[in-house]
């Protein structure tokens, strides 16, 4: 029988945790031995922390000022940098590891063994399969599905890798062993393979290059990719360094007035 | 620290939230002060209602005779109408408002700042950005996703609003600033996007017009769209003259012969 | 009032359920009167098991060695078989009958009156319409949608059928109707519709047949399909049988040197 924490009436957290200071637990949210919670965490209402995974039960260390809302499972062996924030109902699986400040939207899925940069920001329903490898900086939007088995279903395991501050928009499909290049942007629906340049644009059931970002033009407002030209809300300002040496290394690869090798 | 409810013996029922009559609260349900609960409604198992958002904290609303199914979440500063019906997993955010007899599935996630008419029926995993305005009797099918950022990620706000009657069916893509026109038809898959007539079926992954809804025909049973015209199932009968007035409407937006002009 | 079963000090579990040996039942689980839980059945937190559906409130029996992870609903009304395992946030409705060792992920939803074989195994976001029909040893990818009405909304049913050993792969859509053969493959992203011929390979917004199962091959490895050529992870050893038949079955169907007919 687990031993309760009786500083948490309403919860039931393992007396076995390392809790920071002021950490707060909602109710009926599950904290298990193995986990510790850093400085300010906000555990939210039926949370489960530290899910063991078929019989094995690794530590599970929660950064500081994290926010994970209600209904979320993080399992034993993850690792989660500090500021991260969790929608409700998301699940991030076993021997995921990731950076500052990952943000994830409702019901989205880590499936386990992921190697997750800084200031991600996944939105809801995004499912990342088994090993993939994700930047910094990199957007996932709702209902994006990262894969890994390329003859399903099969032992053979061809991960995803998805470098810094690419974005993946609405509904597309990230077929298995996928290198989508620095500041990349595949369009709502795309279903992506193989390897996409640095900044190049990707479309449709092929994902045919169609477009550098560069050209990727807001007509209303004259707002032009690659976003970090336009775009720094909740990122802290130290990112900025980083935020500008990734935009200028997206548009030095624009060189060609004819990027649009794909279309040809 | 919050005074529980002693009334709800296995729930965390807020003493300051209001409740009324015959209202039933399943176990582990959270109920935050705030909150109002017309007479008998129903919070399933492990649902939070009045979840506070980024520190603020409104009031909430949730008219009488509501079914809110385990699991589900419910912000402050939300104004749910009568008769209200969600499935289990439900997130509803901050800023909604919603007309009668709400119907939305498992799983979905209305993002805030929505309005919303009498008798919507959307079905499991539909996702509604902020912003969006959706009329009366309005159908969303599984996985439909309504978008609001034109040129992901940007500070450009361009939230889709959808006119009565319309139905969007599975797995569809609303793009930022669309107008759905009143009845009018977006079929499975579709990305749609622009000004999309009244009646009109539109279709593929450039939303092309490609039909008027009363040329949707089921073969096996003669049966033809606009729905209205064979299917008023689930509505009480004080709806009849509002639906017959939108058929009628409906109807009459297809007055010629050659309505495919999106075919051409 | 629900008499609750003061064995689970942590848990709802009504004293009129049976529970076999060996049953674990995590904190906030709510196990209903007319459950019965076989030998070794794991529940995990935040649970819902036997659900009344509108009022009506039949029984609900779980097989032995279940494993039902946290946050999942099961309805009254469902049979399943021995040896299921769950995802987190799974719901099962009313109505519903599964043989042995089905496995279902993450936020899938069985939406009730559904037979389904033996040895399934469906991923996460899986949606399977009201009323279908599931051979042995079909695999569902994430984000597939089993449908059932032609002209929606209607009071139309064309319930789907998908035959043993069938593989739909991420983000599929089956149209009302639908029969997929044995062993038949529906491509990532694919519209599928009508009669799909045993071992056909089906793609594209109309699902159209493109090849056949036999000349899927992953270059690499030389892997082949049918899958049960070189795919049995998880089955148990009485399960060859069954599936070398299927596996022949599946061969004997490319008969014509020019398979290809739904390319013509």
Redesign the interface.
């Known amino acids: 029988m687990t031993k309760w924490n009786h500083l948490f009436a ?1 919860a ?1 957290v393992s007396a076995e945790a390392e809790i920071g200071v002021s950490v707060e637990v ?3 949210a ?1 904290v298990h031995s193995g986990v510790r919670l850093g400085d300010h965490v906000q555990v ?3 949370c ?1 922390i530290g ?1 063991d995974s078929q019989g094995k039960s690794d530590s599970t260390t929660i950064g500081a000022g994290a926010i994970i ?3 979320s ?1 993080v399992y034993s062996g993850v690792v989660l940098g500090p500021q991260l924030e969790t ?3 998301v ?1 991030i699986r076993d021997g995921t590891i990731a950076g500052e400040n990952l943000r994830i939207g ?2 989205s ?1 880590i499936e386990g063994q992921c190697s997750i940069g800084d200031y991600c ?1 996944f939105h ?2 995004v ?1 990342i399969g088994r090993g993939s490898t994700i930047g910094d900086f990199v ?1 996932l ?3 994006v ?1 990262v ?1 890994n088995d ?7 395991f061809e991960p995803v890798s998805i470098d810094h501050g690419a ?1 993946v ?3 597309a ?1 990230i ?1 298995p062993g996928t290198h989508i290049g620095i500041g990349a942007f595949v369009c ?2 795309t ?1 992506a393979r193989g390897e996409i340049p640095t900044g190049a644009v990707v479309a ?2 092929d994902g045919s290059v169609v477009n550098h970002v560069k050209r ?3 007509l ?2 004259g ?1 032009q ?1 690659p ?1 970090m030209n ?2 720094r ?1 909740g990122f802290p300002e130290d990112c900025n360094e980083r935020l500008e040496a990734l935009r200028r290394e997206i548009l030095a690869s624009c060189v060609e007035d004819d990027f649009l090798g794909g279309r040809r």
């Open positions: 309403d039931f909602g109710p009926g599950v939210g209402p039926h489960v899910q809302r209600s209904h499972v929608g409700h109902h699940v409702n019901f899925d920001r809801g329903y499912h957007w939007y709702s209902l599905t894969t390329p003859l399903p279903p099969s032992e053979i974005v928009c609405v509904g499909t077929m709502a629906g279903i449709g059931p990727l033009v807001h209303g407002t707002l990719h976003w336009h775009f809300r």
